[in-house]
């Protein structure tokens, strides 16, 4: 499966993570970035529209967001 657009965001490890969904919405139209927390359960499918922006206990992005 091809997805379009950008397909991951290296540089916001360490962002917050409202700021990061922030960014990734902006920077690829075509996606929704959804906060989740380190250690949370979620769904496992692969979708092109959606990126997980894992974040720690303070907020901040733990792992690289990707489309997924």
């Known amino acids: ?3 379009t657009g950008k397909s991951s965001w290296p540089e916001l490890v360490g962002v917050e993570g409202k ?3 922030k ?8 996606v929704n970035a959804i906060i ?5 359960s979620v769904i496992q499918n692969f ?4 990126v997980w922006v894992w974040v720690n206990e303070d907020g901040k ?3 690289v967001p990707k489309i997924g």
Do not use: D, F, K
Not at 47 to 50: E, F, I, K, S, V
């Open 19 to 21: 700021e990061a969904a």
């Open 47 to 50: 979708l092109c529209g959606r």
């Open 1 to 3: 499966m091809e997805c």
């Open 61 to 63: 992005v733990a792992r």
């Open 36 to 40: 989740v927390t380190v250690g949370e």
């Open 23 to 30: 960014i990734i919405e902006r920077e690829n139209p075509a």
